[in-house]
C-alpha cells in the first residue's frame, strides 16, 4: 500500500504511520533498526529501494529516503495524492516547488519488504535533514546511514552521519571510484564502511581457502589484475598487503569490469584464481593438483546491504586496508 501526502511534515507522517500500525493490529517493534537512505533526486529512489526491500527480508528495519528535491504537483495531482488541508494553500493553487515544502510517500505491507518505507521530498526551508528525519527514528534502535551514489566526503560529518551508528557509502556509485575511495581513507572514522569492502567478500574468502592448502610456503609476492576504474582490485591488492606483508602488483585488464585474477607467488608454485571477464565462474589452479571449478558471480548491491547490515560494529579490517593498504600496492602500466 502507498499513501503519498503533500505539504505536509515530519510529524503528521509518523502519526500517519502509527495510525496505519494501529489499524493493522500490528507494531514497529519487531523493526531492529533505522535505515535512512540519502538520494540526490526521486529518479534515484526505485533503484534505492530495490536493495533495502531485499535487504529488509534479513533485516526487519524502517527505512526513511531523504532525497532533496521534489516532483512538481499539479492540481489533479494534489487531489490525487491527499494534501493535508491545515498545510495546503487556501486558494488552491499549488505552491510553486521554490517555495518551501516537504512531500512525502509511505509504504507498507506489499512491496516493502519486511519493513515501513518512508520517502521524503523536500525543497526549500523545510529544515536540515537531521530534524525531518527525528520524528520518524524508531525508538532505542540502531540508525544506520546509506549514501547509494555520491557520498559526502566526510560522512561522520555530515548532518545525518552525525546520528548514525553506521554510516555505508558506496564509492562505486560516483564518477571516480577510486578517487572517492581514497578521499574516504582520508576522512574515516570507526562506524564507515563502503559497498566496495563487502563487494569483494567471495574472492578474500576463496583466496584464503586457496591460501590455506598444502604445502603451506610462505607467499613472496602478489599479483591482482581487474578494471582500472573500479575499487575491486585495489581492495584486495591492498588487503592482502596489510595481511602478508608482501609486495603487490596490480595490473589493469581493460576489459574487465571488476577484478578477475589473483596469483600467489610461492616457491613451490603459484596458486591462482582466474575468472574470465563475463563469466560467474572462476579457476583455481594449483601447483600438483587438478584445477577445480568455483561459482564467483558479482555481488548485487542488496547482497552487499544485506552484509553491511548483518555487524554493526566497527570493521578494523577494513580500516586499516583503506587508511594503509590502499596507497602499498603498486600498479603496473
Known amino acids: 500500500m502507498r499513501i503519498k501526502l503533500a505539504y505536509t511534515s515530519s510529524a503528521k507522517v509518523a502519526a500517519r504511520l502509527l495510525e496505519l500500525r494501529e489499524s493493522g493490529g500490528s507494531s514497529a517493534l519487531g523493526r531492529v533498526l533505522t535505515l535512512v537512505v540519502v538520494v540526490p533526486s526521486p529518479a534515484d529512489v526505485e533503484d534505492a529501494l530495490a536493495a533495502t526491500t531485499a535487504a529488509s527480508l534479513e533485516h526487519p528495519c524502517r527505512v526513511i529516503v531523504v532525497t532533496g528535491s521534489c516532483a512538481t504537483c499539479s492540481e489533479a495531482d494534489a487531489a490525487e495524492v491527499g494534501m493535508d488541508d491545515a498545510a495546503a494553500p487556501a486558494n488552491g493553487a499549488v505552491t510553486p516547488c521554490e517555495e518551501p515544502r516537504l512531500d512525502a510517500e509511505i509504504r507498507v505491507g506489499r512491496g516493502a519488504g519486511a519493513s515501513d518505507i518512508v520517502v521524503l521530498n523536500g525543497r526549500g526551508e523545510v529544515g536540515g535533514p537531521e530534524t525531518l528525519i527525528a520524528p520518524l527514528l524508531l525508538p532505542d534502535s540502531p540508525i544506520v546511514v546509506w549514501w547509494p551514489t555520491d557520498p559526502p566526503k566526510a560522512p561522520s560529518q555530515d548532518p545525518l552521519g552525525k546520528l548514525a551508528h553506521r554510516r555505508i557509502t558506496d564509492s562505486r556509485g560516483t564518477q571516480n571510484p ?15 564502511s563502503d559497498l566496495s569492502w563487502s563487494g569483494v567478500t567471495i574472492w578474500r574468502s576463496l583466496i584464503v581457502l586457496a591460501a590455506g592448502e598444502p604445502p603451506l610456503a610462505p607467499i613472496t609476492s602478489v599479483d591482482v589484475w581487474g578494471s582500472a576504474t573500479h575499487p575491486a582490485g585495489r581492495l584486495i591488492g591492498a588487503w592482502l598487503r596489510v595481511q602478508l606483508g608482501v609486495p603487490v602488483r596490480m ?17 613451490t608454485g603459484d596458486v591462482e ?35 553491511e547490515l548483518r555487524r554493526l560494529d566497527v570493521d578494523a579490517i577494513y580500516a586499516k586496508v583503506i587508511s594503509q593498504g590502499l596507497e602499498l600496492v603498486e600498479e603496473v602500466q
Do not use: F, W, Y
Open 273 to 307: 584464481i582466474d575468472r574470465p571477464v563475463g563469466s560467474a565462474v572462476a579457476v583455481l589452479r594449483r601447483p600438483g593438483v587438478p584445477d577445480v571449478s568455483l561459482a564467483l558471480p558479482r555481488r548485487t548491491t542488496a547482497d552487499c546491504l544485506m552484509e
Open 178 to 192: 577510486i578517487e572517492r575511495l581514497k578521499e574516504l581513507a582520508q576522512q574515516h572514522v570507526p562506524g564507515d
Open 251 to 267: 595490473h589493469i585488464n581493460p576489459e574487465a569490469a571488476t577484478v578477475n585474477r589473483v596469483v600467489l607467488h610461492r616457491e
